[in-house]
């Protein structure tokens, strides 16, 4: 994919996405960006993790799979400013990093007045060493693909935000050793939340050994998953 060829569009929530035409594919729903992040993301990762931590952690390790327009960092610390107890260390993989005239153009704090500052400092930072964002909020952008991550933190990793491109556009990403590996670096009682809910992908997760939760999705998609590394669930279907 050349950056090139990527095309920006205004999404049904008025936030911006991009269309890549060779894949045929958009780095969000079209049905809302930003409510698609906030909904999977946001809601049913971050807040749902902080919710119900019974650990009473301070520091709280996030792995993003697809960093792309960086909105998913954007909005989890714009989230962070209501936990200042808690320190949210974000290792996001990018293996081809948008150049700046792109995210110059994306309209997300335009259309949700906040984070001009968070956003600057999220794509002004150097890629492949962790920088401080804000007070509680520490970004590692690592130009690494999935199969060749490692876990740069003394922590394992209590979510895992996964938005790579979809499974018929990215097979490869969808693959059972992909998420063994994923398994492997996470907490016992970390989560997993993606917004793909094929019936393989659900399958393969429950055969590594996840609890899987399908969720209802975002607005203009039905389902979401949420999938947790040895603890128990509320609402397994
Ligand atoms: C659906 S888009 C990302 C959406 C992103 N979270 C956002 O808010 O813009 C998928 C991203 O995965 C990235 N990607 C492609 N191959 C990858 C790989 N092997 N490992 C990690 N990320 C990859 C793509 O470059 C793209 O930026």
């Avoid at 569009?9 to 698609?36: C, M, N, R, W």
């Avoid at 740069?152 to 491109?165: E, R």
Wanted: glycine share 8%; proline share 5%.
């Amino acid at each position: 994919m050349d950056s090139k060829e990527l095309q920006l569009i205004i999404t049904d929530d008025g936030s911006h996405t991009l269309y890549v035409p060779s894949l045929q594919e958009t780095y969000h729903s079209k049905f809302g960006a930003i409510q698609e992040s906030r909904h999977i993301f946001i809601n049913e990762g971050l807040g749902y993790w902080l919710n119900r931590d019974q650990r009473k952690t301070k520091t709280l390790c996030v792995l993003e799979v697809g960093f792309g327009t960086g909105l998913n960092a954007l909005l989890s610390a714009i989230y962070m400013r209501d936990h200042p107890e808690i320190c949210l260390r974000y290792h996001a993989l990018e293996p081809k990093p948008l150049p700046g005239e792109i995210t110059k153009k994306l309209n997300y704090c335009r259309i949700l007045h906040s984070g001009e500052q968070l956003w600057d400092r999220i794509h002004e930072c150097k890629w492949g060493s962790e920088a401080r964002i804000s007070n509680n909020f520490r970004l590692f952008k690592d130009p690494t693909m999935v199969a060749d991550f490692k876990n740069p933190y003394a922590y394992s990793y209590d979510l895992v935000f996964f938005d790579a491109f979809a499974p018929g556009k990215q097979p490869e990403l969808w693959n059972p050793s992909v998420f063994e590996k994923i398994r492997d670096s996470m907490a016992k009682g970390g989560y997993l939340v993606t917004y793909c809910a094929r019936g393989q992908f659900k399958r393969d997760l429950k055969s590594l050994g996840f609890n899987v939760q399908t969720l209802p999705g975002p607005s203009g998609k039905l389902e979401m998953v949420r999938a947790g590394k040895g603890a128990s669930t509320d609402t397994t279907t």
